[in-house]
């Protein structure tokens, strides 16, 4: 829904031009595209996008609107699980952004970080991790990097790492990140419990059960506290804790903490309203 958001708010931009061209056309048919998706339609936006890819052809090398709509394209075969076509056509975008708009561009770059969560949901982690790089030198090389950002720039690099076994790119990272949302965000934010986890996962990867142990405590603490007992992210880190657990051979205190992740998903469930029953014909 984003990227639908984003080209309307190119149309508006581009209307007059549009009015010159066989972009009218194309600006008729992307609107299409919008209602269809947002009535839940997506092969139908499917179709009226590939029109408008078409007449995209027409335009200007260096005119966007095919990028877009290729950008566009991609994000509705994410959205029904065909990821190699996703994949496909978010590399023909990103060409096209750096070509019409240069690779430092903003709509370049945030193509190139779908392109690169496309990858990584496919599995495809060593075509992500070029784009990773690049996502993260644009974000420190610029004038006055926001802390936060620079963070999730950081972590999203080595998680990239991470899941090929480059631990000690990745535990650096993951180190820099951490320093950089304590300082964002204070030390007793979740998205700093986040960062502490994902670096014990890899300590106990490598075989390093204390520091992995302690780790996981600090996240649990974190969520506890920021969060409230009953969130689920409190869930999730008593059952990282707990693989911890086992692996240092507590087994007992390992069952207790899977056993209080499962009572508290349980009373979650039990919380939850029921679906309302679709009124019958």
Partial sequence: MKRALLLLSFLCLTAPALRADSGADWNAEVRAA??????????????????????????????????????????????????????????????GFDRSLGPHSDDALASAGRLADAYEASGQWAKSEPLRRRLLKELAGSADPDPAALAQAQCDLALCLDAQKKWDEAMDLYGQALRGRIR???????????????????WLLRGKVSRAEALMRRALAIDQKALGPDDPAVSDDLRRLAAVLKRAGKGAEAARDLARAAALDKARAAKAPEATPEPGP
Avoid at 65 to 87: C, F, K, N, P, W
Avoid at 184 to 202: H, Q
């Fill in 34 to 95: 919008v209602v269809d998706q947002r009535a839940g339609n997506l092969v139908g936006a499917e179709h009226v996008l590939l029109k408008a890819l078409f007449l995209a052809q027409g335009f200007d090398p260096n005119d966007p609107r095919a990028a877009y709509i290729l950008d566009y394209l991609g994000t509705l075969y994410e959205q029904q699980g065909r990821l190699s076509d996703a994949v496909a056509v978010f590399r023909r975008a990103l060409r």
């Fill in 184 to 202: 964002a965000l204070g030390p007793d934010s979740p998205d700093v419990a986040e960062v502490l986890s994902d670096e014990g996962r890899v």
